[in-house]
C-alpha cells in the first residue's frame, strides 16, 4: 500500500496528473495492478489515500473547526498563520503543485469532491469571523480567496516557468520572505480596517 500511495506522488512530481494511471502507478511501484483494486477498491480511493496524507488543507482545518469553536483563538493571528503556512508548504510540496494544477485544469469528480471537503471545513473558521467583518464594509471572504489564488500563481510561475509576477520571484529566498510579509499585512489591514469601520 505505501509503495503505491508513493508511487502516486513520484508520478505527479516527474509527469504530472495526466500520467496517473492504473498501469503506470503499478509499474513505478513495482506491483501488480491488481494490488491497487485489493488494497484500495479503485483507481479514485488510492488517490484520495494519498491526497488525504499530503494535503495541507484538510486534517488541518478539520482540526482547527473543532478547537476554535470550543475556544475561539485569536482569528487574526490564526489567518496570518494559516496563509503563511500555507505558502510555505506548497512551495516546498512539488507533488501538490501538480495536483493543484490538475484539479484546476478539468472537471473531475474526484478532484471537485476534495475541493467541496475543504471548502465546507473552512467556512466553519470563516464563520467565526462574521461577528468582527458584519457592517463594516468589508468581505473577509474574498480577500481570504484572492490570497490563496495568488499564493497558488504566483508558486506555479515561478516553478514552472521560472518567472516572476509583478517583478516578484518567489524562486528567491528574499522575495518569499517579502511575500510572507505581505500576506500578514493584508489581513491586518482587513481586520483593522473592518474594526475602525465599526467604530465611526
Do not use: C
Not at 29 to 39: N, Q
Amino acid at each position: 500500500m505505501k509503495r503505491l500511495i508513493e508511487a502516486v506522488g513520484q508520478i505527479l512530481k516527474d509527469k504530472g496528473y495526466t500520467g496517473l494511471g492504473v498501469n503506470k502507478i503499478a509499474f513505478q511501484a513495482g506491483v501488480s495492478k491488481e494490488l491497487i483494486y485489493r488494497y484500495f477498491d479503485s483507481l479514485n480511493n488510492l488517490l484520495k489515500a494519498y491526497i488525504s496524507g499530503k494535503d495541507y488543507w484538510q486534517p488541518l482545518l478539520t482540526e482547527l473547526s473543532v478547537a476554535a469553536i470550543e475556544k475561539p483563538p485569536d482569528m487574526l493571528q490564526l489567518f496570518v498563520t494559516l496563509l503563511q503556512d500555507q505558502f510555505r508548504f506548497f512551495y516546498e510540496e512539488k507533488e501538490m503543485q501538480k495536483f493543484i494544477l490538475w484539479q484546476i485544469s478539468e472537471l473531475n469528480v474526484l478532484m471537485r469532491s476534495i475541493s467541496e471537503n475543504r471548502e465546507s471545513e473552512g467556512a466553519k473558521l470563516l464563520n467565526l469571523t462574521d461577528e468582527h467583518f458584519r457592517d463594516s464594509g468589508i468581505n473577509f471572504r474574498p480577500i481570504v480567496a484572492l490570497l490563496l489564488g495568488g499564493i497558488y500563481y504566483v508558486i506555479l510561475h515561478a516553478e514552472n516557468n521560472r518567472s516572476t509576477v509583478a517583478g516578484v520571484d518567489a524562486n528567491l529566498e528574499k522575495d518569499r520572505e517579502e511575500l510572507l510579509i505581505a500576506i500578514e499585512q493584508i489581513l491586518t489591514w482587513a481586520w483593522e480596517k473592518a474594526a475602525e469601520n465599526k467604530n465611526k
